[in-house]
């Protein structure tokens, strides 16, 4: 299933009259109040996913998600002035907002020079655009489809249960359990270590097992449950 993802993005740089509404001046310790700047941040980002089917020009569906924030950032003339596009806040927050630095230095220079010329509010939109392209070949959506038929008789299978004939689980072989260094340690039933000197129980195919446990077992199912070992049974 083939998967493109790729990003774009484009900023704007403006100056605008006046201050913005319901924002309160921060205390910057500056000499002249009237050389403190307030620069916004808009930034948008934009989640599209688009599908196709085979080699379609056109998506069979998509889908887009847009968020959007603001960050405002006040600065007095002689901070904005001495940015540089190595460091400096500025360059900290286009870091943050994902700006490839090979810009940084056009979006500073901007910035600086609408500084220059008044104290009016900077104004900065940036958009993110991120999307992922997936396409899928008909022999992927058979197999799907198949799959999920499958999947659903899976899930709403419900298997027969077929016990041991009652003669047959009575009849099996109680021994005294002695390990050894090629012997199951534990009834893999249960998963309780055996004790030696205490009988245990062995099927025909030599596996051992707690009495209980292997007799509960049986009223369900006629199989070993290591290897599978068929016991009498009752016909189906």
Same mark, same amino acid.
Not at 103 to 119: K, N
Not at 152 to 172: F, G, N, R
């Given at each position: 299933?083939?998967?493109?993802?790729?990003?774009?993005?484009?900023?704007?740089?403006? #100056?605008?009259?006046?201050?913005?509404?319901? #924002? #309160?001046?921060?205390?910057?310790?500056?000499?002249?109040?009237?050389?403190?700047?307030?620069?916004?941040?808009?930034?948008?980002?934009?989640d599209q996913r688009k599908n196709y089917i085979g080699n379609s020009q056109e998506p069979v569906s998509s889908y887009e998600d847009t968020k959007s924030y603001t960050e405002l950032v006040f600065l007095s003339?002689?901070?904005?002035?001495?940015?540089?596009?190595?460091?400096? !806040?500025?360059?900290?927050?286009?870091?943050?907002?994902?700006?490839?630095?090979?810009?940084?230095?056009?979006?500073?220079?901007?910035?600086?020079?609408?500084?220059?010329?008044?104290?009016?509010?900077?104004?900065?939109?940036?958009?993110?655009?991120?999307?992922? %392209?997936?396409?899928? @070949?008909?022999?992927?959506?058979?197999?799907?489809?198949?799959?999920?038929?499958?999947?659903?008789?899976?899930?709403?299978?419900?298997?027969?249960?077929?016990?041991?004939?009652?003669?047959?689980?009575?009849?099996? %072989?109680?021994?005294?359990?002695?390990?050894?260094?090629?012997?199951? #340690?534990?009834?893999?039933? !249960?998963?309780?270590?055996?004790?030696?000197?205490?009988?245990?129980?062995?099927?025909?195919?030599?596996?051992?097992? @707690?009495?209980? !446990?292997?007799?509960?077992?049986?009223?369900?199912?006629?199989?070993?449950?290591?290897?599978?070992?068929?016991?009498? @049974?009752?016909?189906?």
């Amino acid at each position: 299933m083939p998967l493109n993802f790729s990003r774009t993005y484009g900023f704007q740089i403006w #100056q605008r009259p006046g201050q913005p509404t319901n #924002q #309160q001046q921060p205390q910057i310790e500056v000499d002249d109040k009237s050389n403190v700047f307030l620069i916004e941040f808009h930034i948008t980002k934009v989640d599209q996913r688009k599908n196709y089917i085979g080699n379609s020009q056109e998506p069979v569906s998509s889908y887009e998600d847009t968020k959007s924030y603001t960050e405002l950032v006040f600065l007095s003339k002689r901070e904005v002035m001495s940015q540089d596009i190595n460091g400096g !806040c500025l360059c900290s927050l286009l870091r943050k907002f994902e700006i490839p630095v090979e810009d940084h230095g056009t979006m500073i220079r901007q910035i600086v020079g609408l500084a220059g010329t008044s104290t009016m509010p900077i104004v900065v939109d940036i958009i993110h655009v991120y999307l992922m %392209e997936i396409v899928v @070949h008909i022999v992927d959506l058979v197999r799907e489809y198949y799959d999920t038929i499958i999947l659903d008789s899976m899930e709403t299978y419900e298997p027969k249960s077929i016990p041991a004939t009652k003669s047959s689980v009575e009849a099996l %072989e109680k021994i005294m359990y002695q390990p050894s260094s090629n012997s199951i #340690q534990e009834c893999s039933i !249960c998963l309780e270590e055996f004790r030696t000197g205490f009988v245990v129980t062995r099927m025909p195919c030599s596996h051992v097992y @707690h009495g209980n !446990c292997i007799a509960k077992w049986l009223q369900t199912s006629h199989f070993c449950p290591l290897c599978r070992y068929p016991m009498p @049974h009752y016909a189906s």
